[in-house]
């Protein structure tokens, strides 16, 4: 008969849900049941939030980079004037511009002249980085034309000058306020170059999201940019915009083939490959130490087994007399930790899933309880803490728990099913 017994089958839910609820006299079992499901819930939690919060980050890191910044850049090798100096002008740049624009997978190409001025406005200074820029591509750069705020209008563009909220906050500037550019490659004069101080009306003022590029960028009308850095019909450099950021470099031999021999290219990914790698450092340790903590909230499987299985031998000497197979006890115990694993599982999910649908109004009363110095953006790069909720994340978090639970669950569940029936009953 033992033989022909179904695995899991209905007797053995019923023996390990009445093990599950012990009774008072064997309270040790119940607590350390309780300890194992908060544990695996707990642990399950984390691990979620953290793969959350870390796909929520770099999903917004490399959104800032590729919303405000090129997805190619294009410049020249440079020639070596007699002076010394190198010249790296592009001069025939709207005709590079449409052989680089026709390469299959490029959807925009954008001349751009591009140079460091000292800005001051009522005694306050600011470093900034001034882009030389046309009004219609700059309308094509997602994180300016559409940023997380805006002040002004961008349509007054060619009337003035676009800064970043930061350097509007340093300066004390806001729109319509007339801030001055000073450059020190200046006007060249018989005794020497005397450095270039214009003054701009403030049109728009833009937050990217990224603070080190609302801290230091501004945009200029093209030709004002070219005239205020001495690059009259000529540019530094073309900023390449592509379908697929992400396959990028499949698109850099094509692009530096149309754009001449004398050209080089610098993609995304090259100019940020330091913290792309730390974040996938990041990653891979986060998710083993996290990993680590399953490991341990499953143990806690493993203590509550072994007390369950001394507390019960005497049944289980009983069951065995009565025809119950090693493998139908072996069952039991294994339902006993896999479902403790399961519940845990499904309650950490269900936790974790809430804490990053609403991190915004967590992190705002962490904020708030640390007086609103729980998050410095000037050391993040960005304004907020992301979450993305990524099923993939959610089904690795379910697999690690799951399987771990379901693998430590075996050893206590194997010594039950292993003992001698007449050594359980011997003392009885």
């Known amino acids: 008969m033992a033989s022909k017994t179904p695995p899991f089958a209905p007797f053995e839910w019923m023996i390990a849900w009445r093990y599950l609820r012990a009774r008072r006299a064997e309270g040790g079992v119940s607590v350390m049941t309780w300890i194992s499901l908060i544990g695996i819930t707990l642990a399950v939690f984390a691990l979620i939030a953290t793969l959350a919060v870390r796909s929520g980050f770099r999903a917004e890191f490399v959104d800032t980079i590729l919303g405000a910044n090129a997805h190619v850049t294009v410049y020249e090798m440079g020639v070596l004037q007699p002076n010394g ?12 511009a449409a052989r680089i624009g026709a390469v299959d997978g490029v959807t925009r190409v954008a001349p751009i002249v591009r140079g460091q001025v000292m800005a001051t406005f009522n005694g306050n200074n600011a470093g900034m980085e001034v882009y030389g820029i046309t009004e219609e591509n700059l309308n094509t750069i997602p994180r300016i034309a559409k940023p997380q705020f805006a002040e002004g209008d961008i349509t007054r563009f060619t009337q003035g000058i676009a800064i970043g909220s930061g350097i509007a906050r340093t300066l004390g500037a806001q729109v319509g306020d007339r801030i001055r550019l000073i450059s020190p490659d200046g006007v060249k004069t018989a005794f020497g170059t005397s450095p270039r101080v214009n003054a701009y009306e403030v049109t728009y003022i833009f ?9 230091t960028r501004a945009y200029l009308p093209l030709a004002e940019a070219q005239s205020y850095f001495n690059s009259e019909e000529a540019v530094n450099e073309l900023e390449v915009m592509v379908a697929d950021p992400d396959n990028v470099d499949r698109l850099g031999p094509d692009i530096l083939t149309a754009a001449g021999d004398t050209a080089l290219i610098w993609t995304w990914r090259e100019a940020s490959s330091g913290f792309l790698n730390a974040l996938d450092i990041e990653d891979n340790v986060m ?16 203590s509550g ?45 269900i936790f974790g899933c809430l804490f990053a649908l609403y991190v915004d109004q967590i ?15 000037s050391i993040r790069g960005i304004y907020f803490l992301p979450a993305k909720l990524e099923f993939g994340d959610v089904m690795s978090a379910v697999g690690l728990s799951l399987g771990l639970s379901f693998v430590v669950t075996i050893f206590p569940a194997r010594r039950a099913a292993r003992m001698n029936p007449v050594e359980a009953l011997r003392y009885e």
Do not use: Q
């Not at 937050?207 to 801290?215: F, Q, V």
């Not at 294994?334 to 694993?341: H, L, M, N, S």
């Open 287 to 302: 998710f083993v130490i996290l990993s680590i903590l399953v490991l341990i909230a499953a143990m806690n499987i493993v």
């Open 85 to 96: 100096a190198v010249d790296r002008d592009i001069r025939d740049y709207d005709a590079l």
């Open 207 to 215: 937050t990217a999201g990224r603070y080190d590029i609302d801290r």
């Open 363 to 377: 992190f705002g009363f962490v904020n708030w309880m640390a007086g609103g110095n729980a998050w410095d953006p």
């Open 305 to 349: 087994l072994i007390m369950l299985v001394k507390n019960k031998g005497r049944d289980i000497g009983i069951l065995r007399t009565m025809g119950l197979s090693e493998g139908s006890v072996l069952r039991v115990f294994f339902i006993c930790g896999a479902f403790t694993g399961i519940i845990g599982t499904a309650l950490g999910v």
